[in-house]
Nanobody, 121 residues
Framework: QLVESGGGLVQPGGSLRLSCGAS????????RGWFRQAPGKGREGVAC???????NYLDSVKDRFTISRDNGKNTVDLQMNNLEPEDSGVYYC?????????????????WGQGTQVTVSS
């Protein structure tokens, strides 16, 4: 089970930190990904991190978002800086066996319920 927290309303240029906690999601589903879905759009892979720390990002967030993990606490965080209105949506944490350069929802069998991020003035 994956549980996200940390969403909310923020002004453009602001920051948010999302956190994903996991229970009963074990080996081999150790890789974690963050996805987002805006109204009327498909689910988009934002960032992922493997058990060894290999990281991939969506190009549009590469210089603004940072994914990190604490293996001892079994948590994965997404630090989001310089947020833009286009970053708005429901953000989901997901678990997979690997983190690939193409962060595809089809690779992730386990999902959290999502947390809303709204970037607006």
């Amino acid at each position: 089970q994956l549980v996200e927290s940390g969403g909310g309303l923020v002004q453009p240029g602001g920051s948010l930190r999302l956190s994903c906690g996991a229970s009963q999601v074990t080996t081999p589903y150790i890789a974690r990904g963050w996805f987002r879905q805006a109204p009327g759009k498909g689910r988009e892979g934002v960032a992922c991190i493997s058990s060894s720390g290999r990281i991939n990002y969506l190009d549009s967030v590469k210089d603004r978002f940072t994914i990190s993990r604490d293996n001892g606490k079994n948590t994965v965080d997404l630090q989001m800086n310089n947020l833009e209105p286009e970053d708005s949506g429901v953000y989901y944490c997901a678990a997979s066996t690997y983190c690939s350069a193409q962060i595809s929802a089809a690779q992730y069998p386990f999902w959290g319920q999502g947390t809303q991020v709204t970037v607006s003035s």
